[in-house]
Nanobody, 122 residues
Framework: QVQLVESGGGLVQAGGSLRLSCAASGVIFRTNVMGWYRQAPGKQRDVVAIITGGGSTNYADSVKGRFFISRDNAKNTVYLQMNSLKPEDTAVYYC????????????????WGQGTQVTVSS
């Protein structure tokens, strides 16, 4: 099993910044994709940013130019740098990873972190 643990959430004023971290542990043969999703109260869980195994990144339109995703392959850790935060960014942020955990079968599976609360005040 792969475990994903997020950290770095909290309360920040509008215009401020936060950096989220997600550390993956367990037996990982290959990382296909890592990313961040968020879910606001009463809303569905939506993608925020993803980074592929090749390093390509994609962002939701609402966060382009403000949020930046990166990873440290040696640490199996993905980061989300959030700048110019807005109250609309308030949500629970979830780390996501798609991994191959069987070096022989090479079956990819989805894993999710427990979520970390980000609250942006006006």
């Amino acid at each position: 099993q792969v475990q994903l643990v997020e950290s770095g959430g909290g309360l920040v004023q509008a215009g401020g910044s936060l950096r989220l971290s997600c550390a993956a542990s367990g037996v990982i043969f290959r990382t296909n994709v890592m990313g961040w999703y968020r879910q606001a109260p009463g809303k569905q869980r939506d993608v925020v940013a993803i980074i592929t195994g090749g390093g390509s990144t994609n962002y939701a339109d609402s966060v382009k130019g403000r949020f930046f995703i990166s990873r440290d392959n040696a640490k199996n850790t993905v980061y989300l740098q959030m700048n110019s935060l807005k109250p609309e960014d308030t949500a629970v942020y979830y780390c996501y990873g798609n991994y191959v955990t069987d070096p022989y079968g090479r079956v990819p599976s989805d894993y999710w972190g427990q979520g970390t609360q980000v609250t942006v005040s006006s």
